[in-house]
Nanobody, 126 residues
Framework: VQLQASGGGLAQAGGSLRVSCGVSGRNLSTYTMGWFRQAPGKGRQFVAAISGSGGITYYAHSVKGRFTISNDHAKNTMYLQMNSLKPDDTAVYYC????????????????????WGQGTLVTVSS
């Protein structure tokens, strides 16, 4: 399985960006997928997750109400729409997919994801 993240870049505080994650080798309609991020000097943190059907989503408290996770089964691609960006959102954003179905409590844990994209850098200026 391969994941290709794209769409990062530079935005001003209050602005918007959308990052994408194309998946090959696994049908994302049957698997949970997640976004995680790693800010400079910090560990990787959960951002958002979505079930294969798209019917269940989870968000970190810090992004809830500003970010929206979605998936497109036809394109086998997951998205993260980021609005009202803040400088604290500056990080490398990683997409990930597990090799098995996850229960809800596992969707937030990076240890339960097996395959990762290369990451895309999002920089938010104040």
């Amino acid at each position: 399985v391969q994941l290709q993240a794209s769409g990062g870049g530079l935005a001003q505080a209050g602005g918007s960006l959308r990052v994408s994650c194309g998946v090959s080798g696994r049908n994302l309609s049957t698997y949970t997928m997640g976004w995680f991020r790693q800010a400079p000097g910090k560990g990787r943190q959960f951002v958002a997750a979505i079930s294969g059907s798209g019917g269940i989503t989870y968000y970190a408290h810090s992004v809830k109400g500003r970010f929206t996770i979605s998936n497109d089964h036809a394109k086998n691609t997951m998205y993260l729409q980021m609005n009202s960006l803040k400088p604290d959102d500056t990080a490398v954003y990683y997409c990930a997919i597990p090799s098995r179905e996850l229960i809800s409590s596992q969707m937030l844990n990076e240890q339960d994801y097996d395959s990762w994209g290369q990451g895309t850098l999002v920089t938010v200026s104040s």
